[in-house]
């Protein structure tokens, strides 16, 4: 389920059924890297809306968490979201990127996180694309399962 007042409705009825929470993790930066930057948050966002359709009514896909590259409070933030997503009822809570960054951010268990190197996407065509997006799914997939054992 995706953050929007119809999804959030169904959220409200099956709550009790919902114990899982993914947070798109999606890099700023404007300085001469902002083009790999961009590329690893589309490529991120994409993955979480493919994941949802494999996943609706299982989990919910919270708004993407966006910070500046480089934000050594980014951790901060992102452990207080967290903890305020655990305190309202998700056992799981899952962070997706293609920043490899968060890999070694100690207060992330390594579990939660679901890293998925970008691909660049811009120059292929639909087909190709769709073929690399369904078997990043499908790898995240098994991720998301181990994590819940």
């Known amino acids: 389920m995706q953050w929007k007042a119809e999804d959030i409705e169904v959220y ?6 919902i114990d899982t929470v993914v947070i798109p993790l999606i890099p700023l930066a404007f300085g001469p890297d902002i083009k790999q930057t961009v590329e690893k ?4 966002h994409l993955l979480s809306l493919q994941l949802e359709r494999q996943f609706k009514g299982r989990m919910l896909f919270i708004p993407n968490f966006t910070y500046l590259m480089g934000d050594e409070e980014a951790s901060l933030r992102l452990q207080e979201w967290e903890r305020k997503l655990r305190d309202s009822g998700f056992t799981y809570v899952f962070f ?3 920043d490899p ?3 070694e951010v100690k207060e992330i268990d390594p579990k939660t996180l679901l890293f998925v190197p970008s691909v ?6 639909n087909q190709y694309k769709q073929s690399i ?3 990043q799914v499908k790898q995240l997939m098994k991720e998301i399962v181990k994590g819940w054992q």
């Open 120 to 125: 660049p996407l811009e120059h292929m065509d």
């Open 133 to 135: 997006m369904e078997d």
């Open 101 to 103: 960054a968060w890999r």
């Open 12 to 17: 409200l009825q099956e709550k009790e059924y």
């Open 96 to 98: 997706l990127t293609s």
């Open 41 to 44: 948050g589309e490529f991120a």
